[in-house]
């Protein structure tokens, strides 16, 4: 059973500095990755989806990487500004084929940007 | 391109009433799904539909959730009776191919039921 643990659960820091939030999955064989932000009462966006066969991918301030082999993610945000306050979830596509594919979540990150 | 489109945004109702929700998928968009996430959780898996047909619910409660995708595109989700513990946001995806490789999931804005 897939398994994704993002660390840390909450994580507060200063307007300007870049960080990285960290993803890690139990089963590797993975069809893809993808982060998503989610504002307080809202639904979720898709910032980034890295297929399993790529090692990056990079949308404006943000960047994530991939290892599949060793079950880890990092979403870096650079220059962090107070509008990136929100939750982070980073959620795996995985399963043995057919029509049998989860999307399977971790529980989140809450970022705080304070200005 | 419009989004997701659900109602109701919020829901309040007592334990043992019922609750249905609606779901307008992006258009064109083959896949939609229904999750359930409890405070503090990430969102989980409660249904899958292709088309109108049913490819996963095995996370639906199914003694009280039904769901329903008529004609391919709208879909509803039924609570009949509402626990406690069903306090939570639905929400619903979607996405234009069930092929994994480049399956992209799109989010609506929610529905968030409180259970009394």
């Known amino acids: 059973k897939q398994e994704v643990t993002q660390i840390p659960a909450a994580l507060s820091v200063p307007e300007g500095e870049n960080l990285v939030l960290n993803c890690s999955f139990t089963?590797?064989?993975?069809?893809?990755l993808q982060w998503f932000r989610q504002d307080p009462g809202k639904g979720l966006t898709s910032l980034l989806l890295?297929?399993?066969?790529?090692r990056e991918q990079t949308s404006g301030r943000l960047n994530a990487s991939l290892d599949k082999s060793s079950g880890r993610s990092t979403l870096y945000i650079a220059a962090s500004q107070p509008g990136d306050s929100a939750t982070y979830l980073c959620?795996?596509?995985?399963?043995?084929?057919?029509?049998?594919?989860?999307?399977?979540f971790g529980k989140g990150t809450l970022l705080t940007v304070n200005p | 391109e419009a989004g997701v489109a659900q109602s109701p945004r919020y829901k309040i109702i007592e334990k043992r009433q019922s609750v249905a929700f609606w779901c307008n998928p992006i258009?064109?968009?083959?896949?939609l799904y229904w999750y359930q996430q409890i405070l503090g959780q990430g969102p989980k898996l409660l249904i899958q539909?292709?088309?109108?047909?049913?490819?996963?619910d095995s996370q639906l409660p199914k003694d009280r959730f039904s769901a329903e995708r008529l004609k391919g595109v709208d879909s509803t989700l039924k609570i009949q009776p509402a626990k406690l513990e069903d306090s939570a946001v639905y929400l619903c995806?979607?996405?234009?191919?069930?092929?994994?490789?480049?399956?992209?999931?799109?989010f609506g804005p929610g529905t968030r039921l409180t259970v009394l």
């Open positions: 959620a795996v596509r995985s399963g043995s084929g057919g029509s049998n594919y989860k999307l399977t």
């Open positions: 258009s064109g968009h083959a896949t």
């Open positions: 890295i297929q399993s066969s790529q």
């Open positions: 089963d590797s064989a993975i069809y893809n």
């Open positions: 539909f292709q088309n109108n047909g049913v490819v996963d």
């Open positions: 995806a979607s996405s234009s191919s069930l092929r994994a490789s480049y399956n992209e999931q799109f």
